[in-house]
């Protein structure tokens, strides 16, 4: 019995050098894989939403540092989790994934630059949530910028000419003058007798967003306002300042292929007549 335990004995140890051997020799393989060019990067064990807070995801240990080759490094990649402290999610984080810092409520600019384009300028504004996208418009997507005026609303005519094609603006003339838009076309500015609704910018990148925060579990996000920044040109930064003075603003998120947008007409609204369906 005594020969039977050792012979079992002398087995677990085998086993157990044999093991170690095996956990040697991967660490020793994937050295020589990644050697000096590779480094540390942080991942999640879990998918995690736009809008999550990071604070409290690290305290669960969602997040852990693995080695990566350097060729294989993603720009920007969170290299530590004293970089996600305070951080919340701007766009969805994969598992497993490297998290760029763009991804982060931080970015990767400084607050001298945001990322706006040489000429442009940079715009913020504050909308309801269903009007900037209900959460899911995120840095660096393309979105069209609407604008719905009263009828009757007041336009200068140099922000109506910005907002309307030439022909629309002829005949727009037309219509306010009754047919003789000579005796109007040198007006300042005019009243506009419909509501109307106007692509007022085609195409802006979004350089900054704070979305509601969304619930880990579920995903959804809370109500509440959303501040976005947009790129604009100068004057269709001005065009964007007067709508949310005097109009309804809506975004409109494009498709990622789409940074031109959409050449679409200005639509103006029914008339009382047509309502009716009196209208000739």
Same mark, same amino acid.
């Given at each position: 019995?005594?020969?039977?335990?050792?012979?079992?004995?002398?087995?677990?140890?085998?086993?157990?050098?044999?093991?170690?051997?095996?956990?040697?020799?991967?660490?020793?393989?994937?050295?020589?894989?990644?050697?000096? &060019?590779?480094?540390? @990067?942080?991942? $999640? +064990?879990?998918?995690?939403?736009a809008? /999550?807070? !990071?604070?409290? #995801?690290?305290? %669960?240990?969602?997040? &852990?540092?693995?080695? @990566?080759?350097? $060729? +294989?490094?993603?720009?920007?990649?969170? /290299?530590? !989790?004293?970089? #996600?402290?305070? %951080?919340?999610?701007?766009?969805?984080?994969?598992?497993?994934?490297?998290?760029?810092?763009?991804?982060?409520?931080?970015?990767?600019?400084?607050?001298?630059?945001?990322g706006?384009e040489?000429?442009?300028?940079?715009?913020?504004?504050?909308?309801?949530g269903?009007?900037?996208g209900?959460?899911?418009?995120?840095?660096?997507?393309?979105?069209?910028?609407?604008?719905?005026?009263?009828?009757?609303?007041?336009?200068?005519?140099?922000?109506?000419?910005?907002?309307?094609?030439?022909?629309?603006?002829?005949?727009?003339?037309?219509?306010?003058?009754?047919?003789?838009?000579?005796?109007?076309?040198?007006?300042?500015?005019?009243?506009?007798?419909?509501?109307?609704?106007?692509?007022?910018?085609?195409?802006?990148?979004?350089?900054?967003?704070g979305?509601?925060?969304?619930?880990?579990?579920?995903?959804?996000?809370?109500?509440?306002?959303?501040?976005?920044?947009?790129?604009?040109?100068?004057?269709?930064?001005?065009s964007?300042?007067?709508?949310?003075?005097?109009?309804?603003?809506?975004?409109?998120?494009?498709?990622?292929?789409?940074?031109?947008?959409?050449?679409?007409?200005?639509?103006?609204?029914?008339?009382?007549?047509?309502?009716?369906?009196?209208?000739?």
């Open positions: 019995m005594r020969s039977r335990g050792l012979v079992v004995a002398i087995a677990i140890v085998l086993a157990v050098v044999a093991a170690a051997a095996v956990i040697l020799y991967t660490n020793q393989v994937r050295e020589d894989a990644f050697g000096d &060019e590779s480094g540390s @990067v942080v991942v $999640a +064990a879990q998918d995690i939403p809008g /999550t807070q !990071l604070d409290g #995801l690290i305290e %669960q240990g969602i997040f &852990e540092t693995i080695r @990566v080759p350097n $060729a +294989a490094r993603v720009e920007g990649a969170v /290299t530590s !989790l004293e970089a #996600l402290r305070g %951080q919340t999610t701007t766009a969805p984080v994969l598992a497993r994934e490297q998290i760029p810092a763009s991804r982060l409520s931080s970015g990767t600019a400084t607050q001298s630059n945001v706006v040489e000429g442009h300028v940079g715009l913020a504004m504050t909308l309801g269903p009007q900037a209900a959460g899911t418009v995120q840095v660096g997507d393309n979105v069209v910028v609407f604008a719905t005026f009263d009828e009757d609303t007041i336009v200068l005519r140099e922000d109506l000419e910005k907002i309307l094609t030439p022909k629309q603006f002829e005949n727009f003339l037309v219509a306010a003058s009754g047919g003789d838009p000579g005796s109007i076309s040198k007006l300042p500015a005019f009243k506009v007798g419909a509501p109307f609704t106007v692509s007022l910018v085609p195409t802006s990148r979004v350089l900054r967003i979305n509601p925060i969304a619930d880990p579990e579920t995903g959804r996000t809370e109500g509440g306002d959303i501040t976005v920044m947009l790129d604009l040109a100068p004057a269709d930064a001005e964007v300042v007067f709508a949310m003075e005097r109009a309804s603003v809506w975004f409109g998120l494009l498709p990622p292929q789409n940074e031109d947008g959409y050449q679409t007409e200005a639509v103006l609204g029914p008339t009382f007549e047509k309502l009716l369906g009196t209208a000739a």
